[in-house]
T-cell receptor, first 114, second 110 residues
Framework: KAGVTQTPRYLIKTRGQQVTLSCSPI?????VSWYQQTPGQGLQFLFE???????NKGNFPGRFSGRQFSNSRSEMNVSTLELGDSALYLC?????????????FGPGTRLTVL | QKEVEQDPGPLSVPEGAIVSLNCTYS??????FMWYRQYSRKGPELLMY????GNKEDGRFTAQVDKSSKYISLFIRDSQPSDSATYLC??????????FGQGTELSVKP
């Protein structure tokens, strides 16, 4: 079974621009979570989607948004990019929302903001 | 103060050594405890998953949870160079949202 895929793998943007990242979960998985990973803050939860609805949200500004489609694929968007948004953005999928459902991570999208 | 604290290291050990990795947490609502391993330029992968206090063993890996002390550990026996990676503890109490430690960078020297 194919794993979680994320596109693009690398992205370079300039301050003020916006960006959209894509995540395709493992087939059959219905929950998708997004995380931001930086050397200073580590892995931080952004938000979680299940059945096309945002179920949980981390402490990030409103510039960070996301959505999930009927096929469980998910996108996240960051508007008005800042230098501090440079990070590895990880997507994880799980079968459902139970705490016992393992979250499987994709390889991430490395975003660099200049 | 962060909900989950983990010493970022780096930690360097010789091949064959026993490695001990630890995390402390402050939120007593955490019920599920995980250890993820992350190789360079890869996403984290689940190593161990525990629910209750006590020990859980899987091959060379042992996960330990002490809920009374809010302390979890991962032990790696007979460490190998292929174990060189960043190890992240993670905790969950509401499904879909994991709270991670900072991650400990481990290097096992041949």
């Amino acid at each position: 079974k194919a794993g979680v895929t994320q596109t693009p793998r690398y992205l370079i943007k300039t301050r003020g621009q916006q960006v959209t990242l894509s995540c395709s979960p493992i087939s059959g998985h219905r929950s998708v979570s997004w995380y931001q990973q930086t050397p200073g803050q580590g892995l931080q939860f952004l938000f979680e989607y299940f059945s096309e609805t945002q179920r949980n949200k981390g402490n990030f500004p409103g510039r960070f948004s996301g959505r999930q489609f009927s096929n469980s694929r998910s996108e996240m968007n960051v508007s008005t990019l800042e230098l501090g948004d440079s990070a590895l953005y990880l997507c994880a999928s799980s079968l459902n929302r139970a705490s016992t459902d393992t979250q499987y991570f994709g390889p991430g999208t490395r975003l660099t903001v200049l | 103060q962060k909900e989950v604290e983990q010493d970022p290291g780096p930690l360097s050990v010789p091949e064959g050594a026993i490695v001990s990795l630890n995390c402390t947490y402050s939120n007593s609502a955490f019920q599920y405890f995980m250890w993820y391993r992350q190789y360079s330029r890869k996403g984290p992968e689940l190593l161990m998953y525990t629910y209750s206090s006590g020990n859980k063993e899987d091959g060379r890996f042992t996960a330990q949870v002490d809920k009374s002390s809010k302390y979890i550990s991962l032990f790696i026996r007979d460490s190998q160079p292929s174990d060189s990676a960043t190890y992240l503890c993670a905790m969950d109490n509401q499904g879909g949202k994991l709270i991670f430690g900072q991650g400990t960078e481990l290097s096992v020297k041949p």
